[in-house]
C-alpha cells in the first residue's frame, strides 16, 4: 500500500476528514502567527538593545575625551542643558584634540541632543550646520508615561565632573503579542577629565 493509499484508508469517508483537515489546518496557521508575533517582538527588542548600547558607548567615547586641553588653555569640559527636562536635552562637548589651542576644529567641538525622538549630534562648532541622527526611537521615557527623562544629568550645571547618561529607546511599533511598545534603558556615570 503506498502513502496515499495509508492516508486514504485513514479518512475514508471524506465527510470525517474535512474537520480534521480545517482543524489542522487552524492549529498550524495559529502557530505560525503566534512564532512570527515571538520572532517580530524578538528582534524588535534585539533592535533596541542595540540602538541604546551603541548610543550609550558613542557619548561615553566622545564624554571621555571632553576637557582634553594639553596647553592648559582653559576652557570648560562642557556646557550643559540648564533646563534638562526640556524639550530638546543637549550637551555640548569640547576637546583641543590637535592641541592647536582651540575647540575650533571637526569634533573638537560637539553637540550631542535628544529631538524629536532621535538622538542627534553635530560634530563642529559652526550651529549652521545640521545634526546627525544617531539613532532613531530614543524616546527617554522610561516607563511610558508621557515624561522624558533628561539624558545627560551632570552633577553641577556650573562645574561639572561627572555626568550620567541614560537612554531609553523605544520600539518603533507596539509588541504585536501585547500591544504595548517595548522599552529599554542603559545607563552610565562618566568623570569628566577636568573642568574649569
Same mark, same amino acid.
Given at each position: 500500500?503506498?502513502?496515499?493509499?495509508?492516508?486514504?484508508?485513514?479518512?475514508?469517508?471524506?465527510?470525517?476528514?474535512?474537520?480534521?483537515?480545517?482543524?489542522?489546518?487552524?492549529?498550524?496557521?495559529?502557530?505560525?502567527?503566534?512564532?512570527?508575533?515571538?520572532?517580530?517582538?524578538?528582534?524588535?527588542?534585539?533592535?533596541?538593545?542595540?540602538?541604546?548600547?551603541?548610543?550609550?558607548?558613542?557619548?561615553?567615547?566622545?564624554?571621555?575625551?571632553?576637557?582634553?586641553?594639553?596647553?592648559?588653555?582653559?576652557?570648560?569640559?562642557?556646557?550643559?542643558?540648564?533646563?534638562?527636562?526640556?524639550?530638546?536635552?543637549?550637551?555640548?562637548?569640547?576637546?583641543?584634540?590637535?592641541? #592647536? *589651542?582651540? @575647540?575650533? !576644529?571637526? &569634533?573638537? +567641538?560637539? $553637540? %550631542?541632543?535628544?529631538?524629536?525622538?532621535?538622538?542627534?549630534?553635530?560634530?563642529?562648532?559652526?550651529?549652521?550646520?545640521?545634526?546627525?541622527?544617531?539613532? #532613531? *526611537?530614543? @524616546?527617554? !521615557?522610561? &516607563?511610558? +508615561?508621557? $515624561? %522624558?527623562?533628561?539624558?545627560?544629568?551632570?552633577?553641577?550645571?556650573?562645574?561639572?565632573?561627572?555626568?550620567?547618561?541614560?537612554?531609553?529607546?523605544?520600539?518603533?511599533?507596539?509588541?504585536?503579542?501585547?500591544?504595548?511598545?517595548?522599552?529599554?534603558?542603559?545607563?552610565?556615570?562618566?568623570?569628566?577629565?577636568?573642568?574649569?
Amino acid at each position: 500500500m503506498t502513502k496515499r493509499n495509508i492516508f486514504a484508508g485513514c479518512f475514508a469517508n471524506d465527510e470525517a476528514a474535512g474537520p480534521v483537515r480545517v482543524s489542522l489546518s487552524f492549529t498550524v496557521a495559529s502557530f505560525v502567527i503566534q512564532n512570527s508575533q515571538i520572532n517580530t517582538a524578538e528582534q524588535m527588542s534585539v533592535a533596541l538593545q542595540s540602538d541604546a548600547r551603541n548610543s550609550l558607548t558613542l557619548i561615553e567615547n566622545t564624554l571621555r575625551t571632553a576637557g582634553w586641553d594639553p596647553k592648559n588653555v582653559g576652557f570648560a569640559a562642557v556646557s550643559v542643558d540648564s533646563t534638562p527636562t526640556g524639550a530638546d536635552n543637549y550637551i555640548e562637548i569640547f576637546a583641543d584634540l590637535n592641541q #592647536d *589651542d582651540d @575647540t575650533l !576644529d571637526a &569634533d573638537e +567641538d560637539i $553637540t %550631542i541632543r535628544q529631538h524629536n525622538n532621535d538622538l542627534e549630534w553635530r560634530r563642529t562648532w559652526d550651529t549652521s550646520q545640521p545634526f546627525e541622527i544617531i539613532a #532613531d *526611537d530614543i @524616546t527617554n !521615557d522610561e &516607563d511610558g +508615561d508621557g $515624561t %522624558i527623562e533628561p539624558l545627560f544629568t551632570p552633577d553641577s550645571l556650573t562645574n561639572p565632573k561627572r555626568v550620567t547618561v541614560k537612554i531609553t529607546a523605544r520600539s518603533p511599533v507596539p509588541d504585536p503579542r501585547s500591544g504595548l511598545y517595548l522599552r529599554y534603558t542603559v545607563s552610565a556615570d562618566v568623570a569628566l577629565r577636568s573642568s574649569q
